[in-house]
Each structure stands twice: as C-alpha cells, then as structure tokens.
C-alpha cells in the first residue's frame, strides 16, 4: 500500500524539521587577531631620532621580540606586529574549508646611549594557506614532472 500525499507531507515536514533543529546545515565565520604591537605611522612620526630613549619605546611597545647589544655599545630592538586572519566555512557532512592569512611587519629601533638613532620597517606577506576538505584535489601538474602511476622511464 502506498502512502497518502498527506502521509508523505507529514515525512517530508517531519524530516525537515529533524534535520533543521539540530544545528545549521552550513556555517561559516572569520577571525582576526593582532599579535605584538601594532605600530601605526602615526606612532613613528612621535619618535626623533636623538631624542627618542629606550624607556620611551619599552613604555610604548613593550618588551622587543629580539635585543642585540653590538661591540660597539650600539642595540638594536625588533618589533614583530602580526596580524593573523582566520576564515572557515562548513557544510554539513560534505565540505569544510579553511584559510589562514598572517602578514607580518616589523620594525627595528638603532639605540646607542639608551637613545635611537634610527629606525625602519618592513612588512612581509600575506601568506595565505588553505585546506578544502571534502573534495578531491590532485595536486596541479608540472610540465616534466612525475605525478605518480606508472614510473617515469626517463625517455
């Protein structure tokens, strides 16, 4: 016996329901995270060399990532400032994916007799990984290279 309309709206409504209650069916989101000091333009304009102390900069910043003290009575600080942006998205059962992004600046403070002498900066990145889970993915192939399967016979 095959069933009703009615009965198969009451599944079809009833499953739906099951299903939709339990959470989304897809999400998806992003984070971004400063790490270290976020030293802007506005900062530096502040700092003249010759004037500018250690105190001054340890006060501003905080503790440098790296201190070298040189031969010559010179040091040199290194601030790292990160910012580091994480996105990801779910499908539920069938695919998650990911980004990661971290791009990177730092700054280097030239010191001699507890005052700065000079600075400047430099800024690397983005570096951007990604992981798609899920969904096959062979690697891209590249002219003359061996990609698996049978093995190369050096023709």
Not at 143 to 152: F, K, R, Y
Request: proline share 8%; net charge negative.
């Amino acid at each position: 016996m095959a069933p009703r309309p009615s009965q198969f709206l009451a599944i079809a409504i009833l499953a739906v329901s099951a299903v939709g209650s339990t959470g989304c069916l897809y999400t998806s989101g992003q984070t971004r995270r400063e790490v270290g000091p976020q030293i802007s333009r506005e900062t530096l304009s502040v700092i003249e060399p010759g004037r500018t102390t250690t105190e001054w900069l340890i006060g501003a910043f905080g503790q440098p990532a790296s201190r070298v003290s040189l031969t010559d009575g010179r040091e040199i600080f290194r601030y790292d400032c990160d910012v580091r942006t994480s996105e990801g998205s779910y499908l539920f059962m069938l695919v998650a994916t990911s980004s990661n992004r971290l791009e990177r600046t730092s700054w280097w403070f030239e010191l001699r007799n507890d005052v700065v002498v000079r600075y400047f900066g430099e800024t690397s990145g983005p570096v951007t990984t990604s992981v798609l889970d899920g969904l096959p993915s062979p690697p891209p192939a590249v002219p003359g290279a061996w990609t698996g399967g049978e093995v190369p016979t050096g023709d």
